[in-house]
């Protein structure tokens, strides 16, 4: 469907978000909210889909954070909600199953930055700037920062990120955890793509098994990380996929994944 905050391209077996809201360096407010909301929806439930970039729309920003003009006239309770509508777009997007690659160029600041750490993989242009600035507004992160960050990049550097609300190039934010590769400007794109089409060619079931893995086990003792992990590679082992890929690789063939 047609956006008015967003572009929607498929591409082979991946498809592209852009945040289009380039004029105001595509700050988050309601309406991409709900734009964002209803295409992860979408792209969730898409079996033709295997992998998702993230982007924003032009040279200066990912995303340059919240709509300060919609923030201005919050009340508490109207701040609560919106923060909880935020986190629960932002998490949707962090568990829809698929790989999401955050494809950052300029600024992510803010929500913008928030946005990015619930993607998968963060692949950053030589020139982004990333940071958590609210606290200069006299606010207090809302979309999952103060969560996200430590897990990160730990929690001292979290502290510093956020308790001064300065931002980091895109260096020392590959140092510090908070991106996983830093790209020149013009490589940004093709190399999130080369990363989308090489995650879209493996068997999507082991995939989205791999990320629950880890989503559902980071945060758990070992040992129950083990038993999930147990629990999932059971579940490998009987699907189609998996006597497909093993078949394949002693008939020393590519592989035809089904999804089943």
Same mark, same amino acid.
């Given at each position: 469907?047609?956006?008015?905050?967003?572009?929607?391209?498929?591409?082979?077996?991946?498809?592209?978000?852009? #945040?289009?809201?380039?004029?105001?360096?595509?700050?988050?407010?309601?309406?991409?909210?709900? %734009?964002?909301?209803? /295409?992860?929806?979408?792209?969730?439930?898409?079996?033709?889909?295997?992998?998702? $970039?993230?982007?924003?729309?032009? %040279?200066?920003?990912?995303?340059?954070?919240?709509?300060?003009?919609?923030?201005?006239?919050?009340?508490?309770?109207?701040?609560?909600?919106?923060?909880?509508?935020?986190?629960?777009?932002?998490?949707?997007?962090?568990?829809?199953?698929?790989?999401? $690659?955050?494809? $950052?160029?300029?600024?992510?600041?803010?929500?913008?930055?928030?946005?990015?750490?619930?993607?998968?993989?963060?692949?950053?242009?030589?020139?982004?700037?990333?940071?958590?600035?609210?606290?200069?507004?006299?606010?207090?992160?809302?979309?999952?920062?103060?969560?996200?960050?430590?897990?990160?990049?730990?929690?001292?550097?979290?502290?510093?990120?956020?308790?001064?609300?300065?931002?980091?190039?895109?260096?020392?934010?590959?140092?510090?955890?908070?991106?996983?590769?830093?790209?020149?400007? %013009?490589?940004?794109?093709?190399?999130?793509?080369?990363?989308?089409?090489?995650?879209?060619?493996?068997?999507?079931?082991?995939?989205?098994?791999?990320?629950?893995?880890?989503?559902?086990?980071?945060?758990?003792? $070992?040992?129950?990380?083990?038993? #999930?992990?147990?629990?999932?590679?059971?579940? /490998?082992?009987?699907? %189609?996929?998996?006597?497909?890929?093993?078949? /394949?690789?002693?008939?020393?063939?590519?592989?035809?994944?089904?999804?089943?």
């Amino acid at each position: 469907m047609a956006y008015e905050t967003l572009l929607l391209e498929r591409s082979d077996a991946y498809a592209v978000v852009t #945040l289009n809201r380039p004029n105001v360096m595509n700050a988050l407010n309601r309406a991409l909210f709900a %734009e964002l909301d209803d /295409a992860f929806a979408a792209l969730a439930n898409d079996s033709g889909v295997r992998a998702i $970039i993230l982007t924003g729309a032009g %040279e200066k920003a990912f995303a340059a954070g919240a709509d300060i003009s919609e923030l201005a006239t919050l009340t508490a309770a109207e701040g609560q909600q919106l923060a909880l509508r935020g986190q629960a777009i932002f998490r949707k997007i962090e568990t829809c199953g698929k790989p999401v $690659i955050a494809a $950052i160029q300029g600024f992510a600041l803010g929500g913008g930055c928030e946005l990015a750490m619930a993607c998968t993989l963060r692949i950053a242009s030589e020139r982004a700037r990333l940071g958590q600035p609210e606290v200069k507004l006299g606010l207090v992160p809302g979309y999952g920062g103060t969560q996200r960050l430590p897990r990160l990049v730990g929690k001292g550097a979290a502290f510093k990120l956020l308790l001064t609300g300065d931002m980091v190039g895109a260096e020392e934010a590959f140092r510090m955890g908070l991106v996983d590769e830093v790209v020149p400007a %013009e490589a940004l794109m093709p190399r999130t793509e080369t990363l989308a089409r090489a995650i879209a060619q493996q068997a999507p079931l082991a995939v989205a098994g791999c990320l629950r893995a880890v989503e559902g086990g980071y945060d758990l003792p $070992i040992e129950a990380g083990l038993e #999930l992990e147990a629990s999932l590679f059971g579940l /490998a082992c009987a699907t %189609e996929d998996k006597a497909e890929g093993t078949r /394949a690789f002693l008939e020393k063939r590519a592989p035809a994944w089904q999804g089943r």
